[in-house]
């Protein structure tokens, strides 16, 4: 029988554990660590526990399948066999129990992260940018408030157009939204940014 590993629940705790560092809350991480860690233990411990039992299931395997091919050297032999099967059916009841155990506690571990994991979301501090002292906020990106009407021609890429009027193909997706520079029109009449004059969050408009 193939033992159950406890990759998940170890996955899950170290997912867990990177929240709490990302959220800047040392003391509940390692609070939340030493649970998770005591949970973890036990699994393991349950583990071991698994493997000597699927150990001993083997050797018995072994031993009953010797004795079965030696039956006819007597009455004892028999009981021996009857007392290996009825040792053999106890081992697999305890194997079983044990499997469920395991699988509960991975359960009980993986429930108790999640829940760690949505309470620090939800009590997590707002960016380090946006709390007194943090890093000065950007300023404004300038928009011009003029614009050119270009017909697009045969052979031309908003990057020809954007270099014809002096600005960046960005400035000209940002005054045209839905517009898609892999595949333009000839013919097509999009709006190009005038950037002598420029705005701060203003559209920009058709001259």
Not at 6 to 11: E, G, S
């Given at each position: 029988m193939k033992p159950i590993t406890?990759?998940?629940?170890?996955?899950a705790a170290a997912a867990a554990f990177a929240l709490c560092a990302a959220a800047n809350d040392r003391a509940a991480a390692a609070r939340n660590a030493y649970k998770l860690e005591a949970a973890l233990q036990e699994t393991r411990q349950l583990a071991e526990q698994f493997d000597v039992l699927s150990r001993n299931q083997e050797i018995l395997d072994t031993r009953l399948a010797n004795l079965e091919k030696a039956s006819g050297a007597?009455?004892?032999?028999q009981v021996q066999i009857d007392e290996l099967?009825?040792?053999?059916?106890?081992?697999?009841?305890?194997?079983s129990a044990l499997a469920r155990a395991q699988q509960a506690q991975r359960r009980e571990i993986v429930e108790e992260i999640t829940r760690k994991?949505?309470?620090l979301y939800r009590s997590a501090p707002p960016p380090a940018a946006a709390r007194s002292g943090g890093a000065p906020a950007r300023p404004a990106r300038q928009v011009p408030t003029k614009a050119w009407a270009h017909v697009v021609v045969k052979g031309q890429t908003l990057g020809l157009i954007a270099r014809e009027y002096g600005c960046t193909?960005?400035?000209i997706l940002d005054a045209n939204p839905g517009l898609d520079p892999k595949h333009l029109r000839i013919g097509q009449t999009i709006d190009v940014p005038d950037m002598s004059s420029v705005d701060t969050g203003t559209k920009p408009k058709k001259r």
């Open positions: 406890v990759k998940t629940a170890i996955a007597g009455a004892s032999l099967r009825s040792a053999q059916e106890s081992l697999r009841e305890a194997i994991v949505e309470a193909v960005q400035d």
